[in-house]
Nanobody
Framework: QVRLVESGGGLVQAGGSLRLSCAASLRSFSWYAMAWFRQAPGKEREFVAA????????DYAGSVQGRFTISRDNAENTVYLQMNSLKPEDTAVYYC???????????????????WGQGTQVTVSS
């Protein structure tokens, strides 16, 4: 059974940092592109960042470019999201997602992703 388990969320002041982790029980983790999405109250789920199977390609939403960094450790079946200079508008539930792909072309649409975690809450106070 495939499971994606996010951790690392919490409450932080504006300007602070958090690092999210997503542990995957995928049999061949390195065959999957991984991504982070988020959903704020009353809003649609939106793309945050994606990383290719090897880690060689990454992509970011414009709103987080330069502040967030996605990375992965294929030996540990884990993907990370380092979030710096957090803003109140970053407050959301953050979801990890997996897409079976060995392409360097990254998917930015949630419908393209096969597996999802349960989410972790990030709250940024002003």
């Amino acid at each position: 059974q495939v499971r994606l388990v996010e951790s690392g969320g919490g409450l932080v002041q504006a300007g602070g940092s958090l690092r999210l982790s997503c542990a995957a029980s995928l049999r061949s983790f390195s065959w999957y592109a991984m991504a982070w999405f988020r959903q704020a109250p009353g809003k649609e789920r939106e793309f945050v960042a994606a990383i290719s199977w090897s880690g060689g390609s990454t992509d970011y939403a414009g709103s987080v470019q330069g502040r967030f960094t996605i990375s992965r450790d294929n030996a540990e079946n884990t993907v990370y999201l380092q979030m710096n200079s957090l803003k109140p508008e970053d407050t959301a539930v953050y979801y990890c997602a997996a897409h079976l792909s060995r392409s360097t072309i990254l998917k930015l649409v949630q419908d393209d992703y096969d597996y999802w975690g349960q989410g972790t809450q990030v709250t940024v106070s002003s």
